[in-house]
C-alpha cells in the first residue's frame, strides 16, 4: 500500500504539474496576444495622432551655402559618412517643403554640414491648396499692383480679415460651380433624355413637334442662364486671383501666392503650448471633415470616411435578415439528412473564399447582368452611358452582403442551439403555432447570437478592399451618395472607402515619405470607426442578454 500511494501521489504531482504548464501556456499565449493588439494601437495612436502635431521651422545653412527652412522628422546615428569611414555623426531627415521650387519635400542632412542652425521668429508655414506646403518668410500683401501691407508684422495683421474674405468667395465660387451650374447640367441632360424618348416613341406628328418646341424653348433659357452663370464664375475668379501674398523662400526665390489658394498661414516658432493644441485641433478637424486634394495626400478624408459608413450600413441592412432568415430555415424547419450537412458544409465553405472572388461575382452577376438589365428595361434613354450597369454603392453593398452572410449565418445558429427545447415546448403547448413560437419567443432568445454574427459581418466589411475595387470603389468620388437632390440616397454612384485610401496613399503615392503621417492617421480613423460601430451592436447584444437572462437562462 505505501509503494502504491507514493506512485500514485508523484502522478497526480505529475498531472498538478501538468496542468500548471498549460495553464502558463495559455496565459501567455494570451498575454502575447493582447500585447500586439496594444502594440498595434499604440502604434496607429502615436504615429497618426502626432501626424497633425505643429513642429517648429529649423533654418539651416550649409557649407556649400545652401539655405534650407524645414521641419526636423528624424534623426540617426551614423557610424560613417559617405563610402570612406570618417567619426561618427547624427543625420537629420528635413521636410523643406517648397516643392515647386525644388521638386522634393524631403532631405536628408548631416550635422557636419550644418555651419549654422536656428529658429527664426519670421519663419512661416503656409498650407496650401497646390504643391503642399511653402516654408519662407512674409514679403507683402498685394491687391493687383497695390501693396496692402509690407514686412513680417504688418502682413500678419491684415491676413487674417482678408484671407477669411478670400475663402468666402472660394466657397461662393465652389457653389456656382457645383450647385448652381450642376443643376443647369442636370436640366439640359434631362432635356436630352427627353429628346431621345420621344424620337424613340411613336406619338402623333403635330404631339411631337410641340412637345420638340417646349423643349427647344427650355434648353434656350437653359442655355442662356449657363451663359451668364459662367460669367459670373469667371469674374470671381478674376477677383479671387487679385489678393496675393508675396512670400520669400530660404534660398531668396519669392513667389506670389493667391489668397485663396492658402489653407492656413502658421508662425510655428512664435506658439505656445495653447496655439499648438488649437491648432492640432483645427488640422485634426479638417482632417475628418475636409476633402481630399494633391491627389489625396493632404486635405481631408471625410468622402471615404462617410462612403465606408454607409457602405457597411446597407451591407448589414442586407445581410442581417438574409443570414437569420436562413439559419432559421435551416435549424427550425430543415429536415434532418445528407442535403442539410452539405448545406452546411457549403455555408462554412463560403466562409472562406477569398474575397477576390465575392468581387467577380459581384462583377459579373450584378453590375453586367442583373445592372445592365436595368439600364436596358429603366433608363434607356441614358444609353450607352451606363446607370446601374456599372459599379456603384448598391452593387458594392450587396457583394459584402454575400461575402458576410455565411458569418450572420453560422452565429445565428449557435444562438437558436443555445435556446432550451423547454421554451418551444411550453410555447406549443399554450397553443402557439410553430411560425409563432419562433417570431416571439426562439428568435427574440436567439438575438444575441445574431448580433454577434452582424458584429462579425460589419467588422470584417469595413476591412475589405479587393471586392470592392471591382464593383465601385474609386480613388476620388467627385459627389457623396447622399446629397439634398431627389431620391437624396444615389445608390448607382461611385464612393470612396477607407481601406482603399490606406493603400493608395501608402503604396501608390508619387511622394510615399510626405504621406506616411495620413496612412496611420486613416488607418486609426479606420479602427475607430470599426470600433463605433461594433459598439453600437455590443450594447444592444448586452441588453437583450441581461433583459431575457431570468426568463430563458
Not at 496542468?19 to 502615436?46: M, Q, Y
Not at 516643392?99 to 519670421?122: H, N, Q, S
Not at 449657363?226 to 459670373?232: N, S, T
Not at 417570431?439 to 462579425?456: K, Q, S, Y
Given at each position: ?320 435578415p438574409l443570414g437569420v432568415l436562413a439559419a432559421v430555415y435551416l435549424h427550425e424547419y430543415a429536415r434532418r439528412g445528407p442535403l442539410l450537412r452539405a448545406v452546411r458544409i457549403a455555408v462554412h465553405n463560403l466562409a472562406g473564399v ?200
Amino acid at each position: 500500500m505505501g509503494a502504491a500511494g507514493t506512485r500514485a501521489g508523484r502522478e497526480r504531482g505529475r498531472r498538478d504539474l501538468l496542468g500548471e504548464s498549460f495553464a502558463s501556456l495559455c496565459g501567455g499565449a494570451l498575454a502575447i496576444n493582447l500585447l500586439l493588439v496594444v502594440g498595434l494601437l499604440l502604434l496607429l495612436v502615436v504615429h497618426g495622432g502626432a501626424a497633425f502635431w505643429p513642429k517648429r521651422l529649423l533654418a539651416v545653412t550649409l557649407e556649400d551655402g545652401t539655405r534650407l527652412l524645414a521641419e526636423v522628422w528624424e534623426r540617426r546615428e551614423l557610424s560613417h559618412r559617405g563610402p570612406e569611414p570618417t567619426r561618427p555623426g547624427r543625420q537629420l531627415r528635413l521636410k523643406i517643403g517648397n516643392r515647386d521650387l525644388g521638386g522634393a519635400d524631403f532631405r536628408w542632412v548631416d550635422e557636419a554640414d550644418m555651419v549654422e542652425r536656428r529658429y527664426p521668429p519670421g519663419a512661416v508655414v503656409l498650407e496650401r491648396l497646390e504643391w503642399g506646403n511653402f516654408h519662407g518668410y512674409l514679403v507683402e500683401l498685394r491687391r493687383g499692383a497695390e501693396v496692402l501691407a509690407s514686412g513680417h508684422e504688418a502682413v500678419l495683421r491684415a491676413f487674417g480679415s482678408l484671407h477669411r474674405s478670400a475663402l468666402e468667395r472660394r466657397r461662393e465660387l465652389a457653389r456656382l460651380e457645383r450647385t448652381e451650374l450642376g443643376r443647369i447640367n442636370r436640366a439640359l441632360e434631362r432635356l436630352r433624355r427627353e429628346e431621345r424618348r420621344l424620337g424613340l416613341g411613336a406619338l402623333p406628328a403635330a404631339e411631337r413637334l410641340r412637345r420638340a418646341g417646349q423643349i427647344a424653348r427650355s434648353r434656350g433659357h437653359l442655355e442662356e442662364r449657363h451663359v451668364e452663370l459662367e460669367k459670373k464664375i469667371a469674374e470671381l475668379g478674376g477677383a479671387l486671383a487679385e489678393n496675393v501674398l508675396v512670400a520669400r523662400a530660404p534660398g531668396g526665390q519669392t513667389r506670389e501666392i493667391p489668397l485663396s489658394a492658402i489653407v492656413r498661414l502658421v508662425a510655428p516658432n512664435t506658439l505656445g503650448l495653447a496655439g499648438r493644441a488649437r491648432l492640432y485641433l483645427s488640422r485634426a478637424a479638417e482632417f475628418v471633415t475636409g476633402e481630399p486634394r494633391e491627389s489625396n495626400t493632404e486635405g481631408g478624408i471625410f468622402p471615404a470616411l462617410f462612403g465606408t459608413a454607409l457602405m457597411v450600413l446597407l451591407m448589414t441592412c442586407v445581410a442581417t435578415p438574409l443570414g437569420v432568415l436562413a439559419a432559421v430555415y435551416l435549424h427550425e424547419y430543415a429536415r434532418r439528412g445528407p442535403l442539410l450537412r452539405a448545406v452546411r458544409i457549403a455555408v462554412h465553405n463560403l466562409a472562406g473564399v477569398p474575397s477576390i472572388v465575392f468581387g467577380i461575382f459581384g462583377l459579373g452577376f450584378f453590375v453586367y447582368l442583373v445592372g445592365g438589365a436595368m439600364d436596358r428595361l429603366l433608363f434607356a434613354d441614358r444609353l450607352p452611358s451606363p446607370t446601374f450597369g456599372t459599379g456603384g454603392l448598391l452593387w458594392a453593398s450587396l457583394t459584402l452582403a454575400l461575402l458576410t452572410v455565411p458569418v450572420v449565418i453560422v452565429a445565428t445558429e449557435e444562438g437558436l442551439a443555445a435556446v432550451p427545447r423547454s421554451l418551444r415546448e411550453a410555447s406549443l403547448a399554450l397553443g402557439a403555432t410553430k411560425a409563432e413560437t419562433i417570431l416571439r419567443v426562439v428568435l427574440p432568445a436567439a438575438a444575441p447570437g445574431a448580433l454577434t454574427g452582424m458584429i462579425l459581418a460589419m467588422a470584417r466589411a469595413a476591412g475589405e478592399v479587393a471586392p470592392l475595387m471591382v464593383v465601385g470603389m474609386v480613388k476620388l468620388a467627385p459627389a457623396l451618395p447622399v446629397d439634398s437632390r431627389f431620391p437624396f440616397v444615389h445608390l448607382e454612384r461611385k464612393f470612396m472607402h477607407l481601406g482603399f485610401h490606406v493603400y493608395d496613399v501608402g503604396f501608390q503615392s508619387p511622394n510615399v515619405e510626405a504621406t506616411k503621417p495620413i496612412v496611420f492617421a486613416t488607418a486609426l480613423l479606420l479602427v475607430v470607426l470599426v470600433t463605433a460601430l461594433n459598439l453600437v451592436a455590443i450594447v444592444a447584444r448586452n441588453r437583450l442578454r441581461r433583459k431575457l437572462a431570468p426568463a430563458v437562462f
